[in-house]
């Protein structure tokens, strides 16, 4: 079976999270998305979520700091940054488009 890298992670091929605009910067690994896919963060992108999909062996790959930049927040009236806490394995809204 083929392997697939997402988001720094390995999963079996025909068995990867759809994870919609988010992509990650290689040199930071922060990630970039588009508003719509904010609730990914939370419903995709958690320890508890991708265990289920990564590849034997495969670890979750973010850490509390990292950190999501949401590119259109200002036409979508979002938030613009929401930060990974690996305690509670949970994405947080850290600057709210006020």
Do not use: R
């Amino acid at each position: 079976m083929n392997k697939v890298i997402k988001l720094g992670m390995l999963f079996n091929e025909g068995n990867v999270p759809d994870f919609g605009s988010i992509e990650q910067d290689s040199g930071s690994g922060s990630l970039f998305l588009l508003a719509e896919d904010i609730p990914k963060l939370n419903s995709m992108l958690t320890k508890t979520s991708a265990v289920s999909y990564l590849q034997n062996g495969s670890v979750f790959t973010f850490d509390t700091g990292d950190k999501a930049y949401i590119i259109d927040w200002l036409s979508e009236e979002t938030g613009s940054v929401y930060v990974y806490h690996s305690g509670t394995d949970h994405w947080y809204e850290a600057i709210p488009n006020e």
